[in-house]
T-cell receptor, first 111, second 114 residues
């Protein structure tokens, strides 16, 4: 068990560029979650998958955001045409039951 | 809809003193409740969870929390603070055994003075 892995840890981009983050869950976990955390706030739910099916999306997830989990393994979160307001820590978590295990996050800075 | 309120965005205690971090929740269904800790530039680590069994829950590092339905509270305590407890603490609620999203409070930053 290597834990939840996120890549990259840090991403700096210019406004208007597209970025993609990757999350590798704990291997036997069937559920995978994405959250966004801004400075001084708690994590906010974005979306979650059970296996390869995306079961819920937050209204926070604008049409510039898309997430996939092909084959129910790793997941990617893409942000198109980034805006300065997208600057945040993007956290991934996975679970088999009720406990969600979090990765270290990807910190995005949009200049 | 579910929500979590953490009273006090910052709590400061002396080493060896009691730690009390407050959490109140709102839920239309029997909730599952969690406390997570976050150290700088790291992800969240589970401290403890309430999942409708015993109302007094013991977690890691000497922390415990008590579920009080009548008060809709799930406060986190530790009898004696240690310098290594300095971190950000988050209370979260989920809709029972659905395996769905967590709703987090805004967090409480705990400082421990020597």
């Amino acid at each position: 068990d290597t834990g939840v892995s996120q890549d990259p840890r840090h991403k700096i981009t210019k406004r208007g560029q597209n970025v993609t983050f990757r999350c590798d869950p704990i291997s036997e976990h069937n559920r995978l979650y994405w959250y966004r955390q801004t400075l001084g706030q708690g994590p906010e739910f974005l979306t979650y998958f059970q296996n390869e099916a995306q079961l819920e999306k937050s209204r926070l997830l604008s049409n510039r955001f898309s997430a996939e989990r092909p084959k129910g393994s790793f997941s990617t979160l893409e942000i198109q045409r980034t805006e300065q307001g997208d600057s945040a820590m993007y956290l991934c978590a996975s679970s088999l039951g009720n406990i969600q295990y979090f990765g270290a996050g990807t910190r995005l800075s949009v200049l | 809809a579910q929500s979590v309120t953490q009273l006090g965005s910052h709590v400061s205690v002396s080493e060896g003193a009691l730690v009390l971090l407050r959490c109140n929740y709102s839920s239309s269904v029997p909730p599952y409740l969690f406390w997570y800790v976050q150290y700088p530039n790291q992800g969240l680590q589970l401290l403890l969870k309430y999942t409708s069994a015993a109302t007094l829950v013991k977690g890691i590092n000497g922390f415990e929390a008590e579920f009080k339905k009548s008060e809709t509270s799930f406060h986190l305590t530790k009898p004696s603070a240690h310098m290594s407890d300095a971190a950000e603490y988050f209370c979260a609620v989920s809709e029972g055994n659905q395996g769905g999203k967590l709703i987090f409070g805004q967090g409480t930053e705990l400082s421990v003075k020597p």
